[in-house]
């Protein structure tokens, strides 16, 4: 995996411990470009100020004391709920970003492979 990909998934799993982090677009399907940005999708248990949220992401991203990234990034947030019903409808992005994207965390499957019994 990139370095860039595999910073940006840890220090989003640390900061925001979501259950699921989908890459899409360029990066995903190896055709990414040296401006290219970075696509995530992070599926959140529950959000409860979706602004406030991606706000926070994208400060975490580029300030200085978080990950002081120097590429761009584009964030997409779901709920699980949301997520879900979205999957259930033909052509919505989040089939798009499912069916070309490339699921680099999973809280569910790290936990099951930890050895641990997840909350469901």
């Known amino acids: 995996m990139n370095k860039h990909i595999e910073v940006l998934k840890?220090?989003?799993i640390?900061?925001?411990?979501?259950?699921?982090?989908?890459?899409?677009?360029?990066?995903?399907?190896?055709?990414?470009a040296e401006k290219s940005d970075i696509d995530i999708c992070v599926i959140f248990k529950t959000i409860y100020d979706r602004r406030s949220?991606?706000?926070?992401?994208?400060?975490?991203?580029y300030d200085k004391n978080g990950l002081d990234f120097d590429k761009p990034v584009d964030v997409l947030i779901y709920t699980t709920q949301e997520w879900e019903k979205c999957?259930?409808?033909?052509?919505?992005?989040?089939?798009?970003?499912?069916n070309t994207?490339?699921?680099i965390y999973d809280r569910r499957r790290n936990i099951l492979n930890n050895g641990a019994n997840p909350i469901i």
Do not use: C, D
């Open 10 to 12: 840890k220090g989003i």
């Open 14 to 32: 640390e900061k925001f411990n979501p259950n699921k982090i989908i890459l899409f677009g360029s990066y995903a399907n190896g055709t990414a």
């Open 53 to 61: 949220l991606k706000r926070k992401i994208n400060k975490y991203i």
């Open 87 to 98: 999957l259930l409808e033909k052509g919505t992005f989040a089939t798009h970003i499912l």
């Open 101 to 103: 994207g490339v699921i």
